[in-house]
């Protein structure tokens, strides 16, 4: 198989950006567009987006931000360009939640690390029940990338406890989804209505 050059890949995602009318869609992208912690693509984008000719091309740079993985090049930009609001009001708003997001998501990893790694039981049981109130996607997939590559030792006991919180985990996730379906940078939005149409 041949990988498509960088342009076309680029391209695909700046198309796959350009359709998206909810969070949801906007979080698959920053997922999928964050899980090479090498790829930058997802701060460009930002980048370009918060030079945006309208108020919602800006939140959807701010959204993207919020949704994507802890990783060098974002936590870059959220210490740099998004360290402030690049506007009042709404735009405020969006930030921060975007923010909001991106902290709870870096949260959900440390509680999900805590929870493997901690030798005390009732330390890792008190991380893994925390865990499962604010994770995502994004850190319940770093979390399984760590354990199966080794980087990080999940004992029995630990394994054991995680199997049984998979349906609440399930659960989670897809409430999460019908959520961010009904929503714009973190603002409802009427069925059938687009914020830049």
């Given at each position: 198989m041949t990988v498509p050059p960088e342009g076309v890949v680029r391209?695909?995602?700046?198309e796959a950006l350009d359709r998206a009318r909810d969070d949801a869609r906007l979080a698959e992208i920053?997922?999928?567009?964050?899980a090479d912690p090498g790829d930058d693509w997802i701060v460009s984008a930002v980048l370009e987006d918060l030079r945006g000719a309208s108020p919602a091309i800006v939140a959807r740079g701010l959204t993207l931000a919020g949704y994507g993985r802890a990783h060098a090049p974002l936590e870059q930009l959220w210490a740099?360009?998004?360290a402030q609001p690049p506007a009042s009001g709404w735009l405020a708003?969006?930030?921060?939640?975007?923010?909001?997001?991106?902290?709870?998501?870096?949260?959900?990893?440390?509680?999900?690390r805590a929870f493997a790694a901690d030798p005390n039981d009732a330390a890792a049981a008190a991380a893994f029940l925390?865990?499962?109130?604010?994770?995502?996607?994004?850190?319940?997939?770093?979390?399984v990338d760590d354990v199966n590559?080794?980087?990080?030792a999940m004992g029995d006991t630990?394994?054991?406890?995680?199997?049984?919180?998979?349906?609440e985990r399930d659960a989670r996730l897809s409430a999460l989804r019908t959520q961010r379906e009904e929503t714009f940078g973190g603002t409802r939005r009427?069925?059938?209505?687009?914020?830049?149409?």
């Amino acid at each position: 198989m041949t990988v498509p050059p960088e342009g076309v890949v680029r391209d695909l995602r700046r198309e796959a950006l350009d359709r998206a009318r909810d969070d949801a869609r906007l979080a698959e992208i920053a997922f999928c567009a964050t899980a090479d912690p090498g790829d930058d693509w997802i701060v460009s984008a930002v980048l370009e987006d918060l030079r945006g000719a309208s108020p919602a091309i800006v939140a959807r740079g701010l959204t993207l931000a919020g949704y994507g993985r802890a990783h060098a090049p974002l936590e870059q930009l959220w210490a740099c360009e998004l360290a402030q609001p690049p506007a009042s009001g709404w735009l405020a708003g969006v930030h921060c939640r975007a923010r909001a997001e991106f902290a709870r998501h870096r949260r959900a990893l440390a509680l999900g690390r805590a929870f493997a790694a901690d030798p005390n039981d009732a330390a890792a049981a008190a991380a893994f029940l925390q865990f499962q109130r604010v994770f995502d996607l994004r850190a319940l997939d770093m979390l399984v990338d760590d354990v199966n590559s080794g980087r990080l030792a999940m004992g029995d006991t630990r394994r054991d406890q995680w199997a049984l919180g998979g349906p609440e985990r399930d659960a989670r996730l897809s409430a999460l989804r019908t959520q961010r379906e009904e929503t714009f940078g973190g603002t409802r939005r009427e069925r059938g209505m687009h914020p830049w149409t």
